[in-house]
């Protein structure tokens, strides 16, 4: 099993920067099972949707809505994942969860991000 901690939420204004962290926890093994890791969101009322991904190699996938704006990556221990926000907009604003992929999926709480205008 693995345990996600989310970090990094807060309020900004339009425009302004933000850096989630996510680090994952459990047996070494677990950690060394993990495929991707991964940001979603849920906006009240809405599904919840992919923001970005990151494989084990490295490899990236963007929602269009963020591209260019957002970047994902992993730590160096490789059991950590970043975001960082940058150009955020009131649209941005949601609860963020980090995931990991290992067999199964498993997510972290949330943290709160809400852009102002």
């Known amino acids: 099993q693995v345990q996600l901690v989310e970090s990094g939420g807060g309020l900004v204004q339009a425009g302004g920067s933000l850096r989630l962290s996510c680090a994952a926890s459990g047996t070494i093994f677990s950690i060394l099972s993990i495929n991707v890791m991964g940001w979603y969101r849920q906006a009240p009322g809405k599904q919840r949707e992919l923001v970005a991904l990151i494989s084990r190699d490295g490899n990236t996938v963007y929602e269009d809505s963020v591209k260019g704006r957002f970047t994902i990556s992993r730590g160096n221990a490789k059991n950590t994942v970043n975001l960082q926000m940058n150009s955020l907009k009131p649209e941005d604003t949601a609860v963020y969860y980090c995931?990991?992929?290992?067999?199964?999926?498993?997510w972290g709480r949330g943290t709160q991000v809400t852009v102002s205008s």
């Open positions: 995931k990991a992929q290992l067999g199964s999926d498993y």
